[in-house]
């Protein structure tokens, strides 16, 4: 649980307060001998909706009828979407996209009817812009999300993962019977194994679908980690036709 702690801004004020449960996407043991196991990342994790705003921040809403609305996830097509279809139900030349976030819209100058007139811009429905080819990575978890439109182009690939193993065998040395001024003593003695495995390189055909792409990943049959590097790889090549976004 993480306690109450406050979130400041660059000018050193506090504008919310964070309280709550942790979700951690790993988890981890030790023994009493000192060995440990870990998974994934045990020192960072999420709130959800674990902040509460003390400080708002100030908008044009109220310091006149001009107003401007943000997409959420800026986009082009969106964003004209949205001024045509409050041109088309309240007439030519009140909205217009001013970039690929930003909605500038005329209202009206009297307060109260400005909320009647943000009510009713709300509930509008607007076709948004197909989703761009994107691909996220979380390496905290390993989890990755592919987006419906990514493609591949054709590419061949190696991947080689090396395993490391230390076993820990302490030697205990002990005196004879008759030694008097001997004392039992433990020796570690560590064994080291490093195991790399000698993959082949394997093609990669032009994959235009997301069936495609999971077909190909599960015939590969990658740990999440090593997935993880390998569209890195792919990104840094061009062979990945998305975005790459770690998070």
């Known amino acids: 649980t993480w306690l109450l702690t406050p979130l400041k801004g660059v000018d050193g004020e506090v504008y919310a307060l964070a309280q709550g449960d942790l979700v951690v996407g790993g988890f981890g043991a ?31 809403f109220t310091q006149g009828s001009e107003l401007q609305f943000n997409l959420l996830r800026p ?47 709300e509930n509008l429905e607007v076709e948004p812009g197909e989703a761009p080819a994107r691909v996220v990575i979380n390496s905290r978890t390993g989890t990755i999300v592919v987006g419906n439109h990514v493609s591949v182009e054709p590419v061949a690939v190696t991947h080689g993962s090396m395993t490391v193993v ?45 069936d495609q792409l999971v077909e190909a990943v599960n015939s590969v049959g990658a740990a999440p980690g090593d997935l993880m590097a390998i569209l890195e790889a792919l990104k840094q090549s061009g062979a990945l036709r998305a975005d790459l976004i770690v998070i």
């Open 75 to 121: 986009d082009f097509t969106t964003a004209k979407h949205v001024a045509e279809r409050i041109n088309g139900m309240l007439g030519s030349d009140v909205a217009n996209a001013l970039d690929a976030g930003t909605v500038h819209v005329r209202g009206p100058q009297d307060a109260d009817q400005r909320v009647s007139f943000v009510s009713l811009l």
């Open 166 to 210: 230390v076993t820990e065998n302490p030697q205990v040395s002990q005196p004879g019977p008759f030694g008097g001024l001997g004392r039992t003593v433990v020796t570690p003695q560590s064994d080291v194994q490093i195991d790399q495995e000698g993959n082949r390189m394997w093609k990669l055909a032009g994959v235009t679908t997301l």
């Open 30 to 60: 030790e023994g009493q001998d000192g060995s440990r196991v870990t998974v994934n990342v045990v020192n960072a994790g999420r709130i959800a909706n674990g902040a509460i705003v003390e400080r708002g921040v100030e908008t044009s």
